[in-house]
């Protein structure tokens, strides 16, 4: 009988297989060209990899959170713009659905993304609100049995490439602004009328992920597609971004785990004053640093990962391991281009489209500095 520990290996071995043959041979072309590769994402999706943590009743693989951010880690090392549109799919509808979707919304809804059937995204964010989200604009009306949705959302993954967005609207009274608690999720297959995602963005990094803004203009739905409470969608949504803020830690550490890997093998063949600069100590040092904070980004992640698991409320590690994580990231990618010297600057070598897909895991889910004001406010209230 295999133990939960020779399933993590299976599945993670699977992964990394995956990523080596079917993603990091052909990441920085996707990249150059915007290519978002939804056939590779599907193939991806029928081994089972789109329902990650989803309880197999409902056709997932019912992972432990640490093992899912095992499998993040391997796809961010081959491909952050590949794992990020996994990560937001598994993270925060899939979680969203669990945990307040009605037995016919699992079935019509959950049951397809989890076999790898439907590709879903999450679209919080508005023009003019991004760290302060509740105060969201786009509004949902009661016109008979329906609600009509209109507004503008910003920059939502896999907008323009999803069959599934969950989009936080208000359902308060127009003008009454009631901040979070005016707020609703509604399910929203991105073929209904008035769903218009806008051209994908042309970003610094994670080129070949699909992030757009969407049109919503008198967008009809159903009751039954609202998820959960009226008025209860700021709160599901926070749920779901705790763990997708572990995925974003994940996502840091894979970055910076294959940025440290290309430098040990650089500064092993790259010679100077004739000899390799690896052998200079202030390269070593730089390597052993690198490494050290790469190991504590990735503790701090799982060990959050496993107070989830274990119930706990995790919202401030989850803050606690995507700031460190990303800021990792960040650091640990500008010390690889450092090291390549010049030719770190260039397109050719690879540690320059790394430098460039670190940036964001500081940015989105919540920049550094609302991670920290997370943390502080659960210390304050010790
Ligand atoms: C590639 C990409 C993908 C994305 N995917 C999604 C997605 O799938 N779904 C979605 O809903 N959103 C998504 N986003 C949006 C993302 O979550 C927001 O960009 C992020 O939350 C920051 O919001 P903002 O850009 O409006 O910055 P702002 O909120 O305008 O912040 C600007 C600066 O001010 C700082 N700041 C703001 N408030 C405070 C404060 N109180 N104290 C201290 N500093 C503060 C910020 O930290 C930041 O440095 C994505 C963004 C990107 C770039």
Redesign the pocket.
């Known amino acids: 009988m295999s133990t939960a520990t020779d399933i993590r290996e299976q599945v993670v071995e699977l992964a990394r297989e995956f990523a080596k043959e079917k993603i990091e041979p052909f990441a920085a072309e996707w990249d150059r060209t915007h290519f978002f590769p939804r056939g590779v994402i599907d193939e991806f999706g029928r081994l089972g990899f789109l329902g990650m943590c989803t309880p197999e009743e409902f056709d997932g693989m019912a992972l432990d959170t640490v093992t899912y951010l095992m499998v993040l880690e391997e796809l961010s090392a081959a491909d952050a713009a590949f794992a ?1 549109s996994i990560g ?1 799919h598994n993270a925060i509808p899939m979680t969203m659905l669990v945990k307040h979707g009605t037995p016919e919304q699992k079935e019509r809804w959950l049951k397809p993304m989890a076999r790898g059937e439907l590709l879903a ?5 508005e023009p003019e ?5 509740a105060g969201l604009r786009a509004q949902a009306v009661k016109d008979g049995k329906d609600w009509v949705l209109n507004g503008a ?7 323009g490439t999803a069959d599934l967005m969950m989009i936080m609207v208000r359902t308060d009274q127009p003008n009454a602004r009631r901040g979070a608690k005016g707020i609703s999720t509604f399910i929203v297959p991105t073929d209904t009328k008035g769903y218009t995602p806008a051209k994908p ?1 042309d ?1 610094m990094g ?1 080129r070949s ?1 699909n ?1 757009a803004g969407i049109e919503l203009n008198d967008l009809r739905l159903p009751v039954d597609q609202m998820l959960g409470d009226e008025g209860m969608g700021f709160v599901y949504a926070m749920e779901g971004l705790d763990a997708g803020r572990l995925g974003i830690g994940a996502q840091g550490v894979g970055i910076a785990r294959r940025a440290l890997e290309h430098c040990l093998q650089y500064t092993n063949e790259r010679k100077q004053f004739e000899k390799p600069i690896g052998e200079f100590q202030a390269v070593q040092f730089k390597l052993a640093d690198m490494a050290t904070r790469i190991e504590a980004a990735r503790a701090l992640t799982h060990r959050a990962a496993a107070r989830k698991d274990a119930g706990e409320d995790i919202s401030h590690y989850a803050s606690m391991a995507k700031l460190f994580a990303s800021e990792t990231a960040m650091w640990v990618t500008t010390q690889a281009v450092q090291l390549f010297g010049g030719y770190g600057y260039m397109r050719d070598f690879p540690v320059e489209k790394l430098f460039r897909d670190a940036k ?1 895991t500081e ?8 991670q920290r ?1 997370v943390i502080a406010r659960a210390l304050r209230q010790r």
């Open positions: 990020v937001i995204g999450f679209a919080l964010s609100a991004g760290s302060d989200a959302k910003a920059w939502a993954t896999n907008a963005e970003k994670l992920s992030t964001v940015i989105y889910e919540g920049t550094s500095e609302i004001i």
